[in-house]
């Protein structure tokens, strides 16, 4: 007798609909593996007729949608800004501010019925969190030089300990390690929490009637998640910005200095 498989209870979305419907046909085979690139497609061009629209016809006095979009826009500025500074910030208000509200946006989508949260899956998150590690390296890089680079990576050893080799050695494994462990926690902490939600959501709805009332309360609490861990995300991006850059007095950011 075959072993029953256990599912993970999931919402139905437009794709799986779409799925079951072409059920054995090539259309079908391709939907399944795509499934969360078309959601994260989706997003980006939403996201974008609204940049768009918002952008087209800026005025002096802006209107609604525009004054919103500012509102939003110089918030994310002085987040970056107070902890990176504003020689650094403003560079780095783009790329975090960006990442925010994507992530913010993909998280909110699998509230809304028919739809997904591609950040549930490890696939979308491993690959948002390796451009964090691209980015962070190549600016680190451009910032501080070649060689400033692996001064850094050493611990940027002075006086005596500049003489030393064994603790420079250790210090630059050490610092290699966690550059490359900061992808995986930075993935799977986004993943996990999303996916719980997601699953959290399927089984109260799974409860029929009877569990309205806890999917009710269960939303309020999944849209505050969604923005908690689009803000983590972001704030563990800026933070590892930080500790590669030198800060507006030459020395580190006074954000990491202070325990960030």
């Known amino acids: 007798m075959p072993e029953a498989r256990l ?72 987040f970056v800004c107070g902890i990176l500074g504003r020689r650094h910030g403003r560079k780095f208000t783009p790329f975090i501010g960006t990442l925010f509200i994507y992530i913010l946006f993909m998280n909110i989508f699998g509230l809304i019925p028919f739809m ?82 997601d699953m959290m959501m399927a089984v109260l709805a799974g409860f029929g009637i009877t569990g309205v009332p806890l999917l009710f309360f269960n939303f309020f609490l999944s849209m505050i998640a969604c923005i908690v861990q689009a803000t983590v995300f972001s704030l563990l991006t800026t933070i590892y910005l930080a500790f590669v850059l030198v800060g507006e007095d030459g020395e580190k950011t006074k954000g990491v200095e202070n325990g960030l």
């Open 116 to 197: 997904k949260s591609s950040t549930s899956s490890w696939s979308t998150t491993l690959a948002l969190a390796l451009c964090v590690f691209c980015f962070v390296q190549y600016s680190a890089i451009r910032e501080l030089g070649f060689v400033g680079y692996l001064d850094h990576l050493m611990g940027r050893p002075r006086g005596v300990m500049a003489f030393t080799v064994l603790m420079p050695l250790m210090m630059f494994f050490l610092h290699v390690v966690s550059e490359l462990v900061k992808p995986i926690s930075l993935s799977l902490r986004l993943r996990s929490n999303i996916w719980g939600e």
């Open 7 to 78: 599912t993970q209870p999931e919402l139905p979305n437009l794709v799986t609909l779409l799925e079951h419907r072409f059920e054995g046909t090539p259309f079908a085979q391709f939907l399944r593996p795509w499934e969360n690139v078309i959601f994260s497609l989706l997003i980006v061009a939403i996201l974008t007729a609204v940049a768009v629209v918002a952008s087209r016809r800026k005025k002096l006095i802006p209107g609604r949608l525009q004054c919103v979009l500012e509102l939003f826009v110089g918030g994310l500025d002085d």
